[in-house]
């Protein structure tokens, strides 16, 4: 075979003198990768006479650098009709595969991260699921135990709603608990007087909080509400501020600390320490 002309930009691209190429045509194949060789030399036999040769592959230039290469031929006919000539042209396509590999690195990296994110959301989501599970059973029992108290075991916010209650204050209003919850003690009280009665034991509490601290900071803080306790025990009580007034006790029960400790004791030792708090 031999080589009719080369343009400069061989020399550009293989790092090569162009004469080389005259003098040995198979040099644009020794330059090639060698695990592209064997692929290349086959498609150009088979192909460039036909028309159909089109491939990419890698050469090593004069400094050893790797670049891609997208290389096209076609067959020049004579009169004849017969190929004569092979004709072609080498693109030098480096910096669109360089590109399209940081692409794909990005890609496998983004999905990598996305893996991640699904695995932990996954991880969290079965996390919070045992976890109001738990808080869910905690509470039955703790609604559970409260109800076994014979005794008046409720909450109420600043504006005298009823936040929680248990079985013997909704028994003793003839109503149930669901309907006293959010509700006031004048939905439900047989006077106006025992309205104000109440209301009047309410503020009373609220007058025996410490020093320098108000229900709404207990509240925001501890989930503390104002309780009502209707015991025949009068007991001193360590730091919870408490009123007598005839039969009723009043006192802050802290959610999150006295009443979930309740829900782990037998429903006789939580009912005596309900009976005990001041």
Not at 17 to 37: K, N, T, V
Not at 40 to 47: C, F, P
Not at 113 to 140: I, K, Q
Request: with cysteine; glycine share 6%.
């Amino acid at each position: 075979d031999q080589m009719l002309y080369v343009s400069p930009a061989f020399e550009r691209i293989w790092g090569r003198p162009c004469r080389g190429l005259y003098e040995r045509p198979m040099l644009w194949l020794e330059a090639m990768h060698p695990e592209d060789r064997d692929r290349v030399l086959a498609a150009a036999l088979a192909d460039q006479a036909q028309g159909r040769y089109q491939v990419e592959y890698r050469i090593l230039d004069a400094a050893g650098r790797v670049r891609w290469i997208r290389d096209r031929a076609f067959p020049v006919l004579d009169a004849a009709g017969s190929v004569y000539r092979i004709a072609g042209v080498a693109e030098d396509i480096t910096a669109y595969k360089e590109a399209m590999e940081a692409a794909r690195a990005g890609e496998q990296q983004v999905r990598r991260l996305s893996e991640e994110l699904e695995e932990r959301v996954r991880a969290r989501t079965e996390e919070l699921a045992r976890a109001n599970e738990a808080l869910a059973l905690a509470e039955r029992r703790l609604r559970q135990v409260i109800d076994l108290v014979p005794h008046f075991v409720f909450a109420k916010d600043l504006d005298g709603r009823f936040l929680f209650v248990n079985q013997a204050v909704a028994e003793a209003y003839g109503t149930s608990v669901d309907a006293l919850r959010g509700r006031t003690d004048a939905d439900f009280a047989n006077s106006a007087e025992e309205v104000r009665r109440f209301r009047a034991d309410d503020l009373e509490v609220l007058r025996g909080l410490p020093e320098n601290e108000d229900l709404a900071s207990v509240s925001g803080r501890a989930r503390e509400a104002a309780a009502r306790l209707l015991t025949d025990v009068d007991r001193a009580a360590g730091e919870v501020p408490r009123r007598r007034t005839g039969e009723v006790l009043y006192g802050f029960l802290q959610w999150s600390g006295l009443l979930g400790r309740l829900a782990k004791e037998s429903s006789a030792e939580a009912e005596a320490k309900v009976r005990n708090i001041a």
